[in-house]
């Protein structure tokens, strides 16, 4: 990242922009950083002015305590600011359920797109979730950030011989690097419900995505999503899953965007 602004409590937020058109702000999801973004970035700079920002407690950002979601929606007030006061906002999974926070916030925002928000869609998926949370919390407590890594990529659906594997790759150790941002997007996530009451105030145009081959409860989720907000859009891509190619989700961001 190559720019910093700063958030109101101190933190120091690291952005990069590029391209030219209506701006537009990118928000990764868990265990990523900015850089995650930048295919999505480059596929989109050709229409829009594009921002992807380390989110606190990621890549080149900050991290000031004590963690509130509050200070993330700071976060991404400051880089709104920084840009130029008005953006549309895209995030993917519990980036998503960040950028409508931000959105039901009251934060300058023309446009807002999801990616696959991960609430749950019944009673089984919602205790799953909280199980998830008090281990994790477990986890992190004592320092053991491998196995909150493990926690969630098991949440995430890996398998047990894919999870030993990830392991013993070189990626291992930037990953427990971030692990202690699990607990911030699981924050983020709130009682892992759709949020309705604030997606009623969300005023902005929000289009909800899922991908064609992802699993049901994922549809469910983003009509749910575009069902509660007042000018909601749902769309389901054409062969993706919950890992979107850039290639596929860029020119449907930058029509949505430019409009």
């Given amino acids: 990242m190559e720019t910093q602004t700063l958030s109101r409590d101190g933190t120091h937020i690291a952005y990069e922009r590029s391209g030219d058109g209506p701006a537009v702000v ?6 990523s950083t900015g850089a995650t973004m930048a295919p999505l970035a480059a596929g989109l700079s050709g229409r829009c002015d594009v921002t992807v920002y380390d989110r606190r407690g990621r890549g080149e950002s900050g991290d000031t305590g004590p963690y509130a979601v509050e ?3 700071e976060d991404l007030a400051a880089v709104i600011e920084a840009v130029g006061g008005e953006v549309s906002l895209y995030g993917i999974s519990s ?4 950028v409508l ?4 916030s009251g934060l300058p925002v023309r446009r807002v797109a999801v990616y696959e928000v991960p609430y749950a869609m019944d009673d089984a998926a919602a205790r799953a979730g909280a ?12 320092g053991r950030h491998g196995d909150a890594v493990e926690l969630f990529l098991r949440l995430a659906g890996l398998g047990e011989e894919m999870i030993r594997g990830a392991r013993q790759s070189p990626m291992w150790a930037g990953m427990e690097s971030l692990a202690p941002s699990l607990a911030y ?3 983020v996530m709130g009682d892992s419900r759709v949020p309705r009451a604030d997606l009623a105030s969300v005023t902005a145009p929000l289009l909800s995505l899922a991908g064609e081959v992802s699993d049901a409860w994922w549809h469910e989720a983003a009509r749910a999503v ?5 000018h909601g859009t749902y769309r389901a891509l054409e062969g993706q899953t919950h890992r979107v190619e850039p290639g596929v989700l860029a020119p449907v ?7």
């Fill in 26 to 31: 990118l928000v990764s999801g868990a265990m």
């Fill in 71 to 73: 200070r993330e929606v």
């Fill in 95 to 98: 980036g998503g359920a960040l």
């Fill in 101 to 104: 926070r931000a959105a039901a």
């Fill in 131 to 142: 199980e998830y949370r008090e281990r994790l919390t477990a986890a992190l407590g004592q």
């Fill in 185 to 187: 997007d699981d924050a």
């Fill in 226 to 230: 575009a069902e509660a907000a007042p």
């Fill in 253 to 259: 961001l930058a029509e949505f965007f430019t409009r």
